[in-house]
């Protein structure tokens, strides 16, 4: 949904801006296209810079349990360096590079819960707004859909998406944070593992692809985790199904020996108590952020908590209530 939303930081009688993204999805490493439009305000401003910003909500683990926060992830400079006359309307188009590594939020037109967004900021006369946020839609790369839909037809069943703040070890992973998508098992496999999370870490070479499984304990041994991670090409033509099997077979038949790995990376193993390989936050970078959630610290400096309400309500349907 796209709005307008009067710059706060100029009061009654500054510009307007309302970005509309052009209709479909993008994907990962691909280019996402729209325009900025402008409105004149009561008098003349000079517009500095207009800046897009990826931003993502993000669950981070820290020492307190599990909080949520938003993490900006790129940033994009479309335009800027002009003075905005009273009244005028003024539309900047732009086309940017999404990373490679930008999660995907639906598969098939459906939805999967990982919220991705858009924000504008202005640098309007010496004073920044970031007044402007909509909804960003993200398909999966050919590859990508065409493992899912091999877990598809080896009857494993979708079970949540979500972003964790972190770094797999040994991957050749750049965002601060990773997407798992929680997969329920074929049934084949339900006397083995709970579930499997696939995460998906692209690049211009191609993608990698880390398999976990939640594995259930025997009669005289507790649960534990199994990692294995693979490295496909963006072009690759494969029988996917006979090869997502191979993969789970290995994940499943590993019993805490050394991890698989195809490509320049070995993977360490990283597990906590509840079998996750990831490296997480630690105590000094998860910052409580007061009852609105959890700000990330990320290279662009700390995100202030009234992003963590905004980018909620957002998404929430709340901005139907914005002028």
Request: proline share 5%.
């Amino acid at each position: 949904m796209v709005f307008k939303r009067l710059l706060g930081s100029l009061g009654v009688g500054g510009p307007t801006v309302d970005t509309v993204l052009d209709p479909g999805a993008s994907r990962p490493g691909g280019t996402l296209t729209g325009q900025v439009h402008l409105e004149g305000g009561q008098t003349d401003f000079d517009i500095e810079h207009i800046t897009l910003e990826l931003v993502a909500r993000v669950e981070a683990e820290h020492a307190e349990g599990e909080s949520e926060g938003v993490v900006a992830f790129e940033r994009f400079t479309v335009g800027g360096g002009f003075r905005l006359a009273a009244g005028q309307p003024h539309s900047v188009p732009f086309t940017v590079t999404l990373p490679w590594e930008t999660p995907v939020t639906e598969l098939h037109g459906q939805h999967l819960g990982v919220v991705l967004g858009v924000r504008t900021e202005l640098a309007v006369s010496g004073a920044r707004d970031k007044g402007d946020l909509d909804q960003l839609s993200i398909a999966p790369l050919p590859v990508q859909e065409a493992i899912l839909e091999a877990f598809g037809q080896l009857g494993f069943g979708f079970r949540s998406a979500d972003l964790e703040y972190g770094h797999i070890a040994g991957t050749g992973q750049r965002l601060p944070f990773y997407q798992e998508v929680e997969l329920t098992p074929a049934p084949r496999y339900a006397h083995q593992v709970n579930e499997i999370e696939v995460t998906f870490l692209a690049n211009p070479g191609g993608v990698e692809v880390v398999l976990e499984a939640d594995k259930r304990g025997g009669l005289f041994s507790g649960g534990h985790g199994a990692l294995t991670r693979f490295t496909v090409g963006h072009h690759d033509s494969r029988d996917w199904t006979a090869e997502v099997d191979a993969w789970v077979r290995q994940l499943t038949e590993r019993h805490g020996g050394a991890h698989a790995h195809t490509g320049p990376y070995a993977v360490h193993d990283h597990h906590d108590h509840g079998g996750h390989h990831r490296s997480g936050p630690g105590m000094g970078t998860a910052v409580a952020a007061g009852a609105a959630g959890l700000a990330v610290g990320v290279a662009g400096g700390l995100v202030a908590a009234e992003v963590v309400d905004e980018v909620g309500d957002f998404f929430e349907g709340d901005e139907e209530d914005e002028g």
